[in-house]
């Protein structure tokens, strides 16, 4: 019985011992298996940030493309207003300039009518007389 009892405690201890490293084992594996957990955290982290970073990065470069359409745009608007204000102006002054000469040049016909006629008037005078 006390053989028994012996053998019993002995089997019990290498038990103990098998469950022991075991037990060992099983914290090593899962201290591993923690620090490959923290690895992937941080570059998954790492990958997130870097991610983030480059959507900023795109949206300001999308804005400043944006931006620098607008201005463009102002500008072209701006310079289209300023030639359609030359090209009131010039019209107007065409316009004036036409009116101004045919002003001088009815001036001018009837000057040429009324001296034509006089000298008709005249030609007519000398072959009365």
Excluded: P
Excluded at 5 to 12: G, M, V
Excluded at 48 to 66: F, M, Y
Aim: aromatic share 6%; with cysteine; proline share 0%.
């Amino acid at each position: 019985r006390k053989q028994r009892i012996l053998s019993t405690i002995r089997n019990s201890e290498e038990l103990r011992r098998g469950a022991s490293e075991q037990l060992e084992r099983a914290r090593a594996k899962l201290r591993k298996v923690e620090v490959e957990a923290d690895k992937y955290r941080t570059n998954g982290y790492s990958e997130i940030e870097q991610e983030k970073i480059n959507l900023i990065n795109a949206t300001c470069t999308s804005l400043e493309r944006l931006e620098n359409l607008k201005n463009e745009t102002l500008f072209f608007e701006q310079q289209r207003a300023i030639n359609q204000v030359r090209q009131q102006v010039f019209k107007e002054a065409l316009q004036r300039a036409l009116g101004t000469l045919n002003s001088c040049l009815n001036r001018e016909f009837h000057f040429r009518t009324i001296s034509a006629n006089i000298g008709i008037l005249g030609s007519v005078e000398e072959i009365t007389d």
